[in-house]
């Protein structure tokens, strides 16, 4: 196979490529989280993975906008994003980290 027939072969089936690329990701990221929540429990690395989501979103914030939060956001923007955040982030991911402490990543 020469460099040419590769290319053809990873640019017909690149889609594929990144698929697999994402289910790997995100089994590995099961099995850490499986790993982290026996050992420090399912609320504390919730609240651990948050904190540490705040800070880089700020910092990206930041770079990219000159703020850390976005100031321009209305006061009903505000509202239905900490609904959401609070819905999906704070219980959704919690049940998720308590069910790979008591099932495992693999039926979790």
């Not at 651990?48 to 009903?76: H, K, S, W, Y």
């Not at 900490?82 to 982030?89: Q, T």
């Amino acid at each position: 196979m020469n460099l040419n027939t590769i290319s053809l072969i990873v640019q017909s089936h690149l889609g594929e490529i990144i698929s697999l690329g994402v289910a790997v990701s995100w089994t590995i990221t099961a099995l850490c989280f499986e790993f982290a929540g026996k050992r420090i429990g399912a609320l504390s690395l919730n609240i651990i993975r948050l904190l540490m989501a705040i800070a880089m979103l700020g910092v990206t914030l930041l770079v990219f906008t000159g703020n850390a939060v976005p100031l321009d956001a209305g006061r009903e923007a505000w509202f239905w994003l900490a609904i959401s955040g609070f819905i999906g982030y704070v219980l959704g991911d919690y049940c998720l980290f308590n069910s790979y402490v008591l099932i495992g990543s693999r039926f979790g």
